[in-house]
């Protein structure tokens, strides 16, 4: 991830409003997916395996909003940041594009788009789960990482199964390929977004974060 967000992030020179634009989007994005994962608990409620799939999924990434609010509390936003949040227009086209691949995608396509975007965000956890912010608390404040990255394994794990269980056909892995680039696109454009769209917030704090 050479973007700019990430090569602040590794130098300890990124902003705090970058940090907060990360956890107000992170925020209103899980709730999205979340509602996202119910609805494929419905769509696939015939399949036993599937499922208990998306069951799972649901019930791990449940407590994600809370846990990114908390970071971004930490960080100084206030409840009505997040109540008034609305998406800036690279997490819209990311979340949008989640939302079809749940809602209209093939299992396969589906879990692609799951599994390119854990492992794109693999770096950014690591990041804030092994290194000591100097914020407080800091252990609260990265409770969110340190969870996702964990889970991360599990995730992407269970993504490459449901993955290897449904694209059999040279068109079911064709369109594979083209979610996993797609998907990348989207996740790239959505930190370039964030990072972006806080250059003309004034109502954020300028001062950087130092990761020690």
Known sequence: MQTQYFCDLRQG?????????????????????NKGFA??????????????????????????PDLVKKFGLALGLTEEDFHNTTFIFECL???????????????AENRTWALVNESMV??????FATTSLKLRPAEDAREFFKVHWIAIRDHTQRAVNVIRNFAHSAQE?????????????????????IYRSMLSSSRMPTATITLV
Do not use: W
Not at 99 to 105: E, K
Not at 173 to 193: L, P, T, W, Y
């Open 13 to 33: 020179t990124l902003s705090i409003r970058r940090l907060q634009g990360f956890a107000l989007q992170h925020y209103i994005t899980n709730l999205a997916l």
């Open 39 to 64: 609805l494929c608990m419905v769509k696939y409620a015939h399949d036993a395996d599937l499922y208990n799939h998306f069951a799972h999924q649901y019930n791990e990434e449940q407590y994600h």
């Open 93 to 107: 086209s990311h979340t949008g594009a989640a939302l079809r691949g749940m809602l209209a995608g093939s299992p």
């Open 122 to 127: 693999v770096p950014l956890f690591e990041e």
């Open 173 to 193: 892995q064709k369109r594979v390929r083209e979610i996993a680039n797609h998907a990348v696109r989207f996740k790239v454009a959505k930190f370039d977004g």
